[in-house]
Each structure stands twice: as structure tokens, then as C-alpha cells.
């Protein structure tokens, strides 16, 4: 398709140019005229007598309008679309703290479809990974960003108008940093800075400045959020004991001083005062919190308030937790959540049902901020661009008073990033496997546990016996190869998830039939689990390992992916020893195999027996092993 634009384009022609490639646009005189106009009501666009047009506020929503010409061109010659933004900042929050640290040019990459999805805002997560002048162990070796790097973020994101911002934590959630003993100076327990100290609120002053200064936006999150730990280690000893909520409230009056003395405009996560009002002092969503007027009073009111929620699917719990906030007295905004985090699929089902619920309550009580987060909890194996789906429905709701239909959801997403909405859609059923609850709303990370869970002590075998795993993950694997071939543009997205299938129709019983062919005695039939079946997971395991490799050198830096390598690495491992295991036994080198004969329990609460899925587990040390991993005598 060739266009030609008529009016003042120069600021947004940089933009346009990148976008072209994406569009399969040429710019060329003699092309379908579009003339460029600026409004005041929203966006316009159009096609009449062969001649196009777009309308818009603001810059990016230019680049909606540019998307949605070209796609609607490509189909009709008289078109007319308007559209009226909803909120006022709407966009992702990704974590780039859990080892996975986007590279620029995979950051640029996700700008693009951000931008012809009209999403004006994205905010930069980063606990410890950008650098701070005379602190080199902040994010050392931890793929941090430089100064330059960030700006470089910062400017492309500007061409498309989208708002940049820094997302950073002054208080907890800081164990990557004060991890290192040199700078125990700053540590008053595991995560959570020692405040009240000179250089604790220097340190957090550099902070602040070496976050903000490489963008243009004046805001800044300042965290603070799961800080339960606050004032009970060292800072007890040095200080003796002190609330929570009066040394949270100090540490906060401290930190906005820097802020506004810089001009800068801050947000923090709610979690931490609704939690310290609730009736045992830790319970966020507590239905029955209230905001006594003490702390209403002493909490400073020109901090934003995000309310964090990414799994109620029911309006009424949202517009009850809603008013929770209230009493806080802040502008409130929202953080949803697109659920790829431990796991290495994206839980649509919640996600989707979950997100569509909050914003249109958020619509309804005039919440005018929302984000969609992307957290990648322990390790991150997920893929953020497997959760651009969920993006779009974001984007989407931006854009109408009403529920997007799914029809025009799945059209936008094909249009917007090359890939089907079924395609997106295979990557929940990694997770979504029998024994889940419907639309796998209880969280169950199959895909994860079922890898790394070692095969003779078979942590997760008791509650996933009687499930037919091996059926379902050989289907999905046929239909993830099938989906492949038929949509080259998902192709890189699934590789993985098709290699760990591979894995999985293998693995995911094999414990229950190693215990069982153990309590009888089959020796045949442990010898050739021995010296076929596992060393078979193992060469499933290999490719999938490659794969992944592959896939995270393209998205992300190395640091981090040393993690996953050790991860694959002992499994691997682990098979190996079993398999000698079971052959010492079966040729009499041995007289029994004490882990199998260890009784299987359920690993927690959380599994089928409670209707609460297949199970959970967040962390992989403990996936692996019951036996500790590491041990520290003294946590603070």
C-alpha cells in the first residue's frame, strides 16, 4: 500500500517511518492521499473518493489512527471510524528485575506494536538494573541499564508519544542489591533498607536521580509495596520497636522531600497501608479493612495510590476494593496483570477474564490510570510477547465506553502484531491442563513443576495421579506444530512452549510409574524406564534447553539466562543419576531405592483435592528439592 500525507508531519514523521516496515506502508508521491489534521475530540479516521484522513489529540493516537487506516483500507474504500480515549495514560509495566532485562533493540521491538495499538505509557520496573554513580554493586552483573541505554529507550518510545517512566523501589525488594556484604551498611533486613540513617536516604536520593534524569516524564513509581519485614532487624536492634506504619510514614515524608524537590510526580503501590489497617496486619484485600482516620490523616496526599489486583474476575469485588482506597485520599490509579509469571505459558484465562472485569470498573469509578503487569517471578521463563494479547485487550478498552467484542480483539491483535489470536490463546493451555480449575483462575503452573520436579522423589505426584497429563501435552504439542506452520509469525513464540511439550507427554507420570513399577518389583520394567524413557526425557530436554537459549539471546541480555542454564543443567543431571539409580537396583548392586519408597503427599493446599487446580508453586529450589539449597544463618 502507498500513502502520501498531506499537513504538518514533521514531528511525526520518525515515527512513521519505523511503523511503515510494520504496516507493509510505502510513503511515496502519488499514493493514496491522507491528509493529517489535529482535533480536539479524539480520533478520526477515514477513507471517502479515495482519498484518506486522520484525525487526533494527541501523537499517539495518531499512530492508533495510522493502524487502523491501513487496516481498514486493506478492506473497504469508504470507511469512517471515531474513536474517544478512556483513560488517560494506558500501557505495560515490565518487570526487568527478575533476571530477564529486555535489550533495546527487543524493548524498540515492543514499542512498535504498542504504538499501533494506541498504548501512550510504559513503565520500567527496576529494582537494582540501572546504574547508579559510585554504587557498583547496584545491579552488578545483573544486566543493568546505562544511562544511555535508558534515554535511548526513552526517545523511541517519545516518537510514538508514548510516556516512559521509571518504576523503581526505595524501601523493600531490594535483596538483589543488599545481597553483597560490602553494602550491608544499607540493610536492616533480607529486602528492605535500614531507614532513618544518613546514608540510607542518600542512597535513596541517588536513586531517585539516576532513575528519572534519562526520561522526559515527570513521573516516577517509588515502590514500597510487600514491606512486611520493615523495622524488624537491624533497625530494631539499633532503634527498638517502632510501627510499621510510623516508620513507613517517616521513610515516605523523606523520600517525597527528594521527589518534589526534583519536580517530579509519584505513585507507590497501596498494598502496605491497607494491609497495615486490616484486622491481622497483613491482609490486602480484606473485605472488612477500613482506613481509621489516624492513618487517613498522616498519609501524604500528593503520591498517586496503585492498586494493584490480578485476580478477581467480579465487578463487585473491584468496586468494593475500590472504595477501600478511597478513604486514602490519593489519586488512585490500576495495575492489572497479564499472567506470565511462574510459568512458562501466560494464563489467559484468568488474565483476560480478570482484566476485562477491573477496566470496566475502572471506567465506571473514573480510575484514569491503568497498567498491565508483567511480573517475571523466580527466574522469569515466560515471554513478555506472548502476552501482547492481553496488551491488546488493554489498548481496546482504552478506546470504547463499552466491552470490546472478542471478534474485533482478535482482529486488532492479528492486525497490530502479525500473529493469530488463537495462537496467543494455545499458550495458556500449557498451564490449563486436567486438573485446573475452569479458565485456570486458581493459578496452577503445571508447565513449570512438572519440568523441574525431580522424577524419584516426585514432589507433585500424588495430586497430579489419575490426570491424563501425557494425553494433554501430546495434543498441545501436535497443535502448537500445526499452529507453527500455519502462522510463520508465531512460529518463535511457540518453539518453546512446543519443546517443552516434548518434555512434559514424557515426564509428567513417569515418577508414578517408576513408584509403582518399584512396589512391584517389576525390575524389566525399571530397567527399561532406565535406559530408554529417561534418557529420552533427557534429549527432550536438551532441544528445549536450545530452544529457550535461542529465544532468550534474542529478547533479553545474557545476564541471568546462567540461571536457566543451571536449572536445565541439573535436571538433566538428576535424570542421569536416577536412571543409575534404578539399574543399581534392578542388577542386585543395591537392595532398594529408599526414595521410592518414601510416601507421596500432596506438596500443598493448593491442589485438586481443595478444588483449587492442578497446584502451585512459586519457587523452582523448591521444585526440585525438599533438601535445602542454600541456608542462611542470619537472614538480616
Same mark, same amino acid.
Given at each position: 500500500?502507498?500513502?502520501?500525507?498531506?499537513?504538518?508531519?514533521?514531528?511525526?514523521?520518525?515515527? %512513521?517511518?519505523?511503523?511503515?516496515?510494520?504496516?507493509?506502508?510505502?510513503?511515496?508521491?502519488?499514493?493514496?492521499?491522507?491528509?493529517?489534521?489535529?482535533?480536539?475530540?479524539?480520533?478520526?479516521?477515514?477513507?471517502?473518493?479515495?482519498?484518506?484522513?486522520?484525525?487526533?489529540?494527541?501523537?499517539?493516537?495518531?499512530?492508533?489512527?495510522?493502524?487502523?487506516?491501513?487496516?481498514?483500507?486493506?478492506?473497504?474504500?469508504?470507511? $469512517?471510524?471515531?474513536?474517544?480515549?478512556?483513560?488517560?495514560?494506558?500501557?505495560?509495566?515490565?518487570?526487568?528485575? *527478575?533476571? !530477564?532485562?529486555?535489550?533495546?533493540?527487543?524493548?524498540?521491538?515492543?514499542?512498535?506494536?504498542?504504538?499501533?495499538?494506541?498504548?501512550?505509557?510504559?513503565?520500567?520496573?527496576?529494582?537494582?538494573?540501572?546504574?547508579?554513580?559510585?554504587?557498583?554493586?547496584?545491579?552488578?552483573? #545483573?544486566?543493568?541499564?546505562?544511562?544511555?541505554?535508558?534515554?535511548?529507550?526513552? &526517545?523511541?518510545?517519545?516518537?510514538?508519544?508514548?510516556?516512559?517512566?521509571?518504576? %523503581?523501589?526505595?524501601?523493600?525488594?531490594?535483596?538483589?542489591?543488599?545481597?553483597?556484604?560490602?553494602?550491608?551498611?544499607?540493610? &536492616?533486613?533480607?529486602?528492605?533498607?535500614?531507614?532513618?540513617?544518613?546514608?540510607?536516604?542518600?542512597?535513596?536520593?541517588?536513586?531517585?536521580?539516576?532513575?528519572?534524569?534519562?526520561?522526559?516524564?515527570?513521573?516516577? $513509581?517509588?515502590?514500597?509495596?510487600?514491606?512486611?519485614?520493615?523495622?524488624?532487624? +537491624?533497625?530494631? &536492634?539499633?532503634?527498638?520497636?517502632?510501627?510499621?506504619?510510623?516508620?513507613?510514614?517517616?521513610?515516605?515524608?523523606?523520600?517525597?522531600?527528594?521527589?518534589?524537590?526534583?519536580?517530579?510526580?509519584?505513585?507507590?503501590?497501596?498494598?502496605?497501608?491497607? +494491609?497495615?489497617?486490616?484486622?491481622?496486619?497483613?491482609?490486602?484485600?480484606?473485605?472488612?479493612?477500613?482506613?481509621?482516620?489516624?492513618?487517613?490523616?498522616?498519609?501524604?496526599?500528593?503520591?498517586?495510590?496503585?492498586?494493584?489486583?490480578?485476580?478477581?474476575?467480579?465487578?463487585?469485588?473491584?468496586?468494593?476494593?475500590?472504595?477501600? $482506597?478511597?478513604?486514602?485520599?490519593?489519586?488512585?490509579?490500576?495495575?492489572?496483570?497479564?499472567?506470565?509469571?511462574?510459568?512458562?505459558?501466560?494464563?489467559?484465562?484468568?488474565?483476560?477474564?480478570?482484566?476485562?472485569?477491573?477496566?470496566?470498573?475502572?471506567? *465506571?469509578?473514573?480510575?484514569?490510570?491503568?497498567?498491565?503487569?508483567?511480573?517475571?517471578?523466580?527466574?522469569?521463563?515466560?515471554?513478555?510477547?506472548?502476552?501482547?494479547?492481553?496488551?491488546?485487550?488493554?489498548?481496546?478498552?482504552?478506546?470504547?465506553?463499552?466491552?470490546?467484542?472478542?471478534?474485533?480483539?482478535?482482529?486488532?491483535?492479528?492486525?497490530?502484531?502479525?500473529?493469530?489470536?488463537?495462537?496467543?490463546?494455545?499458550?495458556?493451555?500449557?498451564?490449563?491442563?486436567?486438573?485446573?480449575?475452569?479458565?485456570?483462575?486458581?493459578?496452577?503452573?503445571?508447565?513449570?513443576?512438572?519440568?523441574?520436579?525431580?522424577?524419584?522423589?516426585? =514432589?507433585? &505426584?500424588?495430586?497430579?495421579?489419575?490426570?491424563?497429563?501425557?494425553?494433554?501435552?501430546?495434543?498441545?504439542?501436535?497443535?502448537?506444530?500445526?499452529?507453527?506452520?500455519?502462522?510463520?509469525? !508465531?512460529?518463535?513464540?511457540?518453539?518453546?512452549?512446543?519443546?517443552?511439550?516434548?518434555? =512434559?507427554?514424557?515426564?509428567?507420570?513417569?515418577?508414578?510409574?517408576?513408584?509403582?513399577?518399584?512396589?512391584?518389583?517389576?525390575?524389566? @520394567?525399571?530397567?527399561?524406564?532406565?535406559? *530408554?524413557?529417561?534418557?529420552? %526425557?533427557?534429549?527432550?530436554?536438551?532441544?528445549?534447553?536450545?530452544?529457550? *537459549?535461542?529465544?532468550? $539471546?534474542?529478547?533479553?541480555?545474557?545476564?541471568?539466562?546462567?540461571?536457566?542454564?543451571?536449572?536445565?543443567?541439573?535436571?538433566?543431571?538428576?535424570?542421569?543419576?536416577?536412571?543409575? #539409580?534404578? =539399574?543399581?537396583?534392578?542388577?542386585? #548392586?543395591?537392595?532398594?531405592?529408599?526414595?521410592?519408597?518414601?510416601? #507421596?503427599?500432596?506438596?500443598?493446599?493448593?491442589?485438586?483435592?481443595?478444588?483449587?487446580?492442578?497446584?502451585?508453586?512459586?519457587?523452582?529450589?523448591?521444585? @526440585?528439592?525438599?533438601?535445602?539449597?542454600?541456608?542462611?544463618?542470619?537472614?538480616?
Amino acid at each position: 500500500m502507498k500513502l502520501w500525507f498531506e499537513g504538518d508531519i514533521l514531528a511525526l514523521l520518525p515515527g %512513521i517511518e519505523i511503523l511503515a516496515g510494520e504496516l507493509g506502508i510505502q510513503l511515496e508521491e502519488g499514493g493514496m492521499p491522507v491528509r493529517v489534521e489535529s482535533s480536539s475530540e479524539g480520533i478520526e479516521v477515514g477513507c471517502e473518493n479515495g482519498r484518506g484522513y486522520i484525525r487526533y489529540a494527541h501523537i499517539h493516537q495518531f499512530f492508533r489512527g495510522l493502524g487502523l487506516l491501513v487496516q481498514h483500507a486493506r478492506k473497504s474504500a469508504v470507511f $469512517h471510524i471515531t474513536e474517544k480515549q478512556q483513560f488517560d495514560l494506558v500501557g505495560p509495566m515490565f518487570d526487568l528485575s *527478575r533476571n !530477564a532485562v529486555l535489550t533495546t533493540d527487543s524493548f524498540k521491538n515492543m514499542l512498535n506494536k504498542m504504538a499501533l495499538m494506541g498504548l501512550n505509557t510504559v513503565m520500567l520496573y527496576m529494582e537494582d538494573t540501572y546504574e547508579i554513580a559510585g554504587e557498583p554493586y547496584f545491579g552488578y552483573m #545483573r544486566g543493568r541499564y546505562s544511562q544511555q541505554e535508558l534515554r535511548e529507550i526513552d &526517545d523511541y518510545a517519545a516518537q510514538f508519544g508514548i510516556e516512559a517512566f521509571p518504576s %523503581i523501589q526505595t524501601l523493600a525488594h531490594l535483596e538483589e542489591f543488599l545481597k553483597w556484604e560490602p553494602v550491608s551498611h544499607y540493610k &536492616d533486613t533480607k529486602g528492605a533498607l535500614l531507614v532513618g540513617e544518613d546514608r540510607t536516604l542518600s542512597l535513596v536520593e541517588r536513586m531517585i536521580e539516576s532513575a528519572s534524569v534519562p526520561f522526559r516524564s515527570r513521573k516516577i $513509581h517509588i515502590g514500597m509495596d510487600e514491606a512486611e519485614e520493615l523495622g524488624r532487624g +537491624k533497625y530494631l &536492634d539499633r532503634n527498638g520497636y517502632s510501627s510499621r506504619f510510623d516508620i513507613m510514614t517517616s521513610h515516605l515524608e523523606k523520600v517525597l522531600d527528594i521527589v518534589r524537590g526534583r519536580g517530579l510526580e509519584p505513585m507507590m503501590w497501596s498494598d502496605m497501608f491497607l +494491609k497495615l489497617a486490616s484486622g491481622n496486619g497483613s491482609e490486602y484485600y480484606d473485605a472488612e479493612t477500613s482506613i481509621p482516620e489516624e492513618m487517613q490523616r498522616r498519609i501524604p496526599k500528593d503520591v498517586d495510590m496503585v492498586y494493584w489486583d490480578y485476580v478477581h474476575t467480579e465487578a463487585e469485588e473491584y468496586e468494593q476494593l475500590v472504595a477501600k $482506597h478511597r478513604p486514602l485520599g490519593s489519586k488512585l490509579a490500576f495495575a492489572g496483570a497479564v499472567w506470565i509469571f511462574n510459568t512458562f505459558g501466560v494464563n489467559y484465562g484468568l488474565s483476560l477474564k480478570a482484566s476485562d472485569t477491573a477496566l470496566q470498573v475502572c471506567k *465506571r469509578e473514573g480510575i484514569n490510570e491503568v497498567y498491565a503487569t508483567m511480573w517475571g517471578d523466580d527466574g522469569n521463563e515466560g515471554n513478555p510477547f506472548a502476552a501482547l494479547l492481553g496488551l491488546q485487550l488493554y489498548a481496546e478498552h482504552a478506546y470504547s465506553p463499552e466491552r470490546p467484542e472478542w471478534g474485533h480483539l482478535a482482529e486488532r491483535v492479528k492486525f497490530c502484531t502479525g500473529i493469530e489470536a488463537d495462537s496467543y490463546l494455545l499458550m495458556k493451555d500449557l498451564d490449563e491442563t486436567p486438573g485446573a480449575e475452569p479458565d485456570n483462575r486458581v493459578q496452577s503452573n503445571p508447565s513449570k513443576f512438572l519440568l523441574y520436579q525431580d522424577v524419584l522423589l516426585g =514432589l507433585f &505426584d500424588h495430586q497430579i495421579e489419575g490426570l491424563a497429563l501425557t494425553a494433554h501435552y501430546e495434543a498441545l504439542e501436535r497443535n502448537l506444530a500445526e499452529r507453527r506452520a500455519t502462522d510463520p509469525a !508465531a512460529a518463535p513464540m511457540l518453539e518453546v512452549p512446543e519443546k517443552l511439550c516434548a518434555v =512434559l507427554k514424557r515426564k509428567s507420570l513417569i515418577g508414578i510409574e517408576l513408584k509403582r513399577a518399584y512396589g512391584a518389583s517389576d525390575k524389566a @520394567a525399571l530397567v527399561l524406564i532406565a535406559e *530408554r524413557e529417561l534418557p529420552e %526425557i533427557a534429549r527432550a530436554v536438551k532441544e528445549l534447553r536450545a530452544a529457550h *537459549r535461542t529465544a532468550w $539471546h534474542h529478547m533479553f541480555k545474557p545476564f541471568g539466562w546462567e540461571v536457566l542454564d543451571i536449572r536445565y543443567g541439573g535436571l538433566v543431571n538428576r535424570l542421569d543419576s536416577a536412571a543409575l #539409580r534404578l =539399574l543399581d537396583y534392578a542388577e542386585g #548392586r543395591i537392595a532398594r531405592i529408599e526414595e521410592l519408597e518414601e510416601e #507421596r503427599l500432596p506438596y500443598s493446599s493448593a491442589n485438586r483435592f481443595n478444588n483449587r487446580g492442578a497446584g502451585w508453586c512459586s519457587y523452582y529450589y523448591r521444585m @526440585a528439592s525438599p533438601n535445602v539449597f542454600f541456608h542462611v544463618l542470619n537472614p538480616f
